[in-house]
């Protein structure tokens, strides 16, 4: 009887070898890992702890960018191959405590100079070498003035993106290149109410 004979496309397919072997053929794929599975699973937990740190943002002095409540992912390792860039966001150490204090909290701004540069905020505008710089990431433009700043080699300017509402080098100046703890990577969760 012809039609209990398998057809010519089944035998195709069994014979052609990458289809072959698929994977819901065998459902070993479900198991556990083992040990081997489990020491990988183990060094990846403590390379991403090393290297890496959720932060939780307490003031709005990073706002629109980060916002009071926001969680964020913070790496930890790529300063130690590159120099820190205009632009980055980074946390840091508070430069005016002393490294023995108890209270030593961290900070979080936005890095807009580096060794070498003139800085100066006047007439509501930012001037890095005297150039007014375009910055639409700020919520409003600052209503202060600074006076005329040269960084200094191993220093940063650092500047919150509420430029009128954040504690940072227009107060206290320039920021140790010493003192920064890592470089913002995204935020991981925002409340909903915000």
Sequence with gaps: MSFLRPSALYELLITYSSLRWMPCQSWGFLRWPGLEGFMRLLVVVLLWSMLSEIRHIPSSSMYPTLRVGDRIIVEKASFYIRSPAIHDIVTFRDPTKQPGDKEQGDFIKRIVAKAGDFVQVNHGRLFVNGIAQKEDFIA???????????????HVYVLGDNRNNSYDS?????????????????????????
């Design 170 to 194: 227009h107060f206290w100046g320039p920021l140790p290149i010493k003192n920064i703890v890592g470089r913002f990577v995204m935020c991981c969760y925002r409340p909903s109410n915000c």
């Design 140 to 154: 409003e433009r600052p209503t202060y003035k600074s006076n005329l700043t040269i960084v200094p080699q191993g």
